[in-house]
C-alpha cells in the first residue's frame, strides 16, 4: 500500500508527462503500482494539468509584464542620463546603442505580448533550483493538458503507450 503523499507524486510526474517507467524510476514504486494509481486518479491528473495550464498562461503574462516594465524604466533612466551627456562624449555611443536595444526590446513585447525568454540570462540568478523544478514540472503538465492525444494518462483510455508517446 502506498502512501497519499506517494500517489499525489504520482499523480504530479504523470500530469508533466512523464512516463510510467519513469515515475516507477523517481518514486522507487512498481510500475505496475504507478499505472494502477494513474488509472484510479485520471480526473486529478487532468485537472493537474488544466491548473498547470492556467498557471502557466497567468505566469507567462506576470513576466511579460514586468520585462515591459523593467523596459520602460531603463528606457526613462537612459534617456535621462543622454540628456545629461555632451554629445561628444565617447561613452554615448554606448548609450545610444542601449537605448536603439531596449526600444527594440521593448516594441518586441509589446507587439507579440509573448513571452520571450532572455536567453543571455541564467534563470538560477533569480530563481532556486526548486522553483525552477517546479516551472519545468507545470510547463511539462501544461503542454500535457494541451496535447492530451499525445500525452495520455493511462493506458487504458485507449491512447497510445507511454514509448509510443514519448517518441511523437
Known sequence: MITLEES?????????????????????????????????????????????WESSRDDIASFTKKRREMYQNLLKDAC????????????????????????QNLASLESSNRDYADTHKDLSTYFTKEQLDEFIMEGRASWAYQHP????????????????????
Not at 80 to 103: A, C, H, Q, W, Y
Not at 149 to 168: L, R
Open 80 to 103: 535621462n542620463e543622454l540628456g545629461k551627456r555632451s554629445v561628444s562624449d565617447m561613452s554615448t555611443r554606448d548609450l545610444i546603442s542601449l537605448l536603439r536595444t531596449t526600444e
Open 8 to 52: 499525489n507524486a504520482i499523480i504530479k510526474h504523470r500530469a508533466a508527462a512523464a512516463s510510467y517507467d519513469t515515475i516507477s524510476e523517481m518514486t522507487g514504486i512498481s510500475k505496475p503500482t504507478v499505472i494502477k494509481v494513474c488509472h484510479e486518479r485520471e480526473a486529478d491528473i487532468i485537472e493537474a494539468r488544466k491548473i498547470a
Open 149 to 168: 492525444e499525445k500525452y495520455p494518462i493511462n493506458v487504458y483510455a485507449g491512447c497510445p503507450s507511454d514509448e509510443e508517446a514519448e517518441t511523437e
